[in-house]
């Protein structure tokens, strides 16, 4: 599974997904400590965030370690939205940039950690960037956010519907609009930290108390007002 990070809160660096905290996802990227699947997050990544209400959206095919120009990208990208992701591509899948998170869509920036079988996805959305299963993923939120339904039932509608395609499906989601974050816990880890924002991540961050599980399947909605956490059955 790759590993993915997102904060909403007061105005922040993009450092502080990646490189400040000790188990960022730059570490991440080489050494995971709760990784299942796959041992290392080489075969990309990518940076998302906003300025003002647009999303702005930055995506490599090599190893963030290897990227002379991300120290300074990400110091200079401040916003008080952040999501990134580091990738380990699931075996069949290509390593191109329309396969690596985050998926873009207006104003939405996703991504996915997991698995799951394209015949399960393809049938929810009309087209795709990449043949990757997570980019027809994308297009499945994609499609059903563009016809106006509300992130919080569009999430677990596709996860039900590819789970019911696939029940060995991996579908933990991250999904931002720039004002709220939404995400789902099916199949792998993924935790949450209360500060004077919300950090959600893939693994903690780092060693500091206070982060907090969420349960598998179910859906974490945070908002400027709070934190929710829903089971999805
Ligand atoms: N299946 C996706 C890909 O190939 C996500 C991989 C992962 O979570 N490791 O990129």
Redesign the pocket.
């Not at 995506?59 to 916003?79: E, F, H, I, K, Q």
């Not at 990738?87 to 191109?96: C, D, N, Q």
């Not at 395609?165 to 209360?194: I, K, M, Q």
């Given at each position: 599974?790759?590993r993915h990070a997102a904060w909403l809160g007061p105005v922040r660096s993009l450092t502080t997904l990646i490189s400040d905290p000790g188990h960022g996802l730059l570490h991440q990227s080489y050494a995971p400590r709760l990784q299942k699947?796959?041992t290392v997050n080489a075969d990309g990544f990518g940076f998302g965030w906003y300025d003002g209400s647009r999303p702005v959206r930055y995506r490599r095919t090599v190893p963030v370690w290897s990227d002379a120009n991300m120290p300074g990208l990400a110091s200079a990208a401040r916003s008080h939205c952040l999501i990134a992701a580091v990738?380990?591509?699931?075996v069949g899948?290509p390593i191109e940039e329309t396969?690596t998170a985050p998926f873009a869509d207006g104003p939405w920036l996703l991504s996915?950690?997991?698995?799951v079988g394209r015949e399960a996805v393809r049938p929810l959305a009309a087209d795709a960037e990449s043949v990757?299963?997570?980019a027809w993923l994308a297009a499945a939120v994609f499609t059903r956010l563009r016809d106006g339904l509300p992130l919080a039932g569009v999430l677990p509608a596709v996860v039900r519907a590819a789970s019911e395609g696939d029940p060995e499906a991996r579908l933990n989601l991250l999904v931002t609009g720039g004002s709220h974050l939404a995400a789902v816990a099916w199949g792998d880890t993924l935790f949450t930290h209360l500060e004077e924002g919300v950090l959600v991540a893939s693994e903690p961050l780092d060693d500091r108390p206070g982060w907090r599980a969420v349960p598998d399947r179910s859906l974490l909605l945070a908002s400027p007002d709070g934190v929710s956490v829903t089971p999805i059955d």
């Amino acid at each position: 599974m790759c590993r993915h990070a997102a904060w909403l809160g007061p105005v922040r660096s993009l450092t502080t997904l990646i490189s400040d905290p000790g188990h960022g996802l730059l570490h991440q990227s080489y050494a995971p400590r709760l990784q299942k699947y796959g041992t290392v997050n080489a075969d990309g990544f990518g940076f998302g965030w906003y300025d003002g209400s647009r999303p702005v959206r930055y995506r490599r095919t090599v190893p963030v370690w290897s990227d002379a120009n991300m120290p300074g990208l990400a110091s200079a990208a401040r916003s008080h939205c952040l999501i990134a992701a580091v990738r380990s591509a699931t075996v069949g899948m290509p390593i191109e940039e329309t396969a690596t998170a985050p998926f873009a869509d207006g104003p939405w920036l996703l991504s996915h950690n997991g698995r799951v079988g394209r015949e399960a996805v393809r049938p929810l959305a009309a087209d795709a960037e990449s043949v990757c299963d997570s980019a027809w993923l994308a297009a499945a939120v994609f499609t059903r956010l563009r016809d106006g339904l509300p992130l919080a039932g569009v999430l677990p509608a596709v996860v039900r519907a590819a789970s019911e395609g696939d029940p060995e499906a991996r579908l933990n989601l991250l999904v931002t609009g720039g004002s709220h974050l939404a995400a789902v816990a099916w199949g792998d880890t993924l935790f949450t930290h209360l500060e004077e924002g919300v950090l959600v991540a893939s693994e903690p961050l780092d060693d500091r108390p206070g982060w907090r599980a969420v349960p598998d399947r179910s859906l974490l909605l945070a908002s400027p007002d709070g934190v929710s956490v829903t089971p999805i059955d």
